[in-house]
């Protein structure tokens, strides 16, 4: 729990896992840093969805594979 006046910062990466594999993916979305975090994951193409305007990022490459142009996401395969 917070006092008043603190500031609760998102911390800038989360990991998802995807069968035993693990991804470090970004916090926020570049595109309005919707909270990644709250997205969905395609477990079979291995994609996260952003759940604020719904851009699809693979989780593989980082690359934006639809929605609003944003450019990719920073991500890395950790295991
Ligand atoms: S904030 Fe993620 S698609 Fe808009």
Known sequence: MLDEGEI???????????G????????LCPHREGWLEH???NQHRRTITCPLHFSVF???????LSGPPCGNLSCRKIT
């Open 8 to 18: 609760a910062l998102r911390p800038p990466t989360f990991v998802v896992q995807v």
């Open 58 to 64: 693979s989780l593989e490459t980082g690359a934006q």
């Open 20 to 27: 035993h594999d693990e991804y470090e993916v970004q916090s």
């Open 39 to 41: 997205g969905s994951v």
